[in-house]
C-alpha cells in the first residue's frame, strides 16, 4: 500500500512558476513508477508527465514539454513537477499517481493516487 500525498500548489500569475511535491509513505516507493496528472473543471483528467523508478525515462504531454518538469528523489520517498511558464489553460487540480508497470499515459495503469492539489494561473 502506498499513500501519496501532493502540496506546492496554489495561486500564481501567468508566467510564473510552481514546484508541486508529492510525498509517499511506505518503503516501497522506489519500486513504482510515478505521474502527474490533472483535471480542470468540466474536463476530464489528462497525463501530464511521468518518471520511470530510477529516474532515467521521462514522459511529457505535448502541451508542457520545456515548461514542466518531472523529478523524484527516492531517498525521500518525494517526486516533483516544476512548473514554469504557466499559463492559465494550466489551472486544475493535480495529481501524481504511482504504478508498477511502466505505461505513464495510461491512467488505469496507476494504482495509488494522491488527493490532489489546486493550481490557479490568473492572466
Known amino acids: 500500500q502506498v499513500q501519496l500525498v501532493e502540496s506546492g500548489g496554489g495561486l500564481v500569475q501567468a508566467g510564473g512558476s510552481l514546484r508541486l511535491s508529492c510525498a509517499a509513505s511506505?518503503?516501497?516507493?522506489?519500486?513504482?513508477?510515478m505521474g502527474w496528472f490533472r483535471q480542470a473543471p468540466g474536463k476530464e483528467r489528462e497525463f501530464v508527465a511521468g518518471i520511470s523508478w530510477s529516474g532515467s525515462s521521462t514522459d511529457y504531454a505535448e502541451f508542457v514539454k520545456g515548461r514542466f518538469t518531472i523529478s523524484r528523489e527516492n531517498a525521500k520517498n518525494t517526486a516533483y513537477l516544476q512548473m514554469n511558464s504557466l499559463k492559465p489553460e494550466d489551472t486544475a487540480v493535480y495529481y501524481c499517481?504511482?504504478?508498477?508497470?511502466?505505461?505513464?499515459?495510461?491512467?488505469?495503469?496507476?494504482?495509488?493516487w494522491g488527493q490532489g492539489t489546486q493550481v490557479t494561473v490568473s492572466s
Open positions: 499517481a504511482a504504478s508498477r508497470t511502466l505505461a505513464p499515459t495510461i491512467e488505469v495503469r496507476y494504482d495509488y
Open positions: 511506505g518503503r516501497t516507493f522506489r519500486s513504482y513508477h
